[in-house]
Nanobody
Framework: EVQLVESGGGLAQAGGSLRLSCATS????????IGWFRQAPGKEREGVLC????????HYSDSANGRFTVSKDNARNMAFLDMSHLQPEDSGVYYC??????????????????WGRGTQVTVSA
């Protein structure tokens, strides 16, 4: 079965950096788009970015663009979210998502079938 397990969340200071990892199993990462979403308390779940499997095209939210990057290590079945210049508003539960491809990924939660359980990120001022 498809499984996604996030790790690397924790406490960071404003202006700092953090890497989140997504360990995948049950599918070939080469044939799935990977997305990252986040949700803060009282807020709607929002897309951070996603990467397409075929083209490698990355789609960024306005907030993530210029600060966050996504990468994959297909041989290790891993995906990563590298966050820099963190702000308190980046705090929330971060989710790794996957969708079978070829597919043009979009930052809409309802378009993704597979989700991890999330990892908490807290950015202090």
């Amino acid at each position: 079965e498809v499984q996604l397990v996030e790790s690397g969340g924790g406490l960071a200071q404003a202006g700092g950096s953090l890497r989140l990892s997504c360990a995948t199993s049950g599918f070939n990462l080469d044939h799935y788009a990977i997305g990252w979403f986040r949700q803060a308390p009282g807020k709607e779940r929002e897309g951070v970015l996603c990467i397409e499997s075929g083209t490698g095209t990355v789609h960024y939210s306005d907030s993530a663009n210029g600060r966050f990057t996504v990468s994959k290590d297909n041989a290790r079945n891993m995906a990563f979210l590298d966050m820099s210049h963190l702000q308190p508003e980046d705090s929330g539960v971060y989710y790794c998502t996957a969708e079978k491809s070829p597919w043009t990924c979009v930052l809409a939660p309802t378009q993704w079938d597979y989700w991890g359980r999330g990892t908490q990120v807290t950015v202090s001022a």
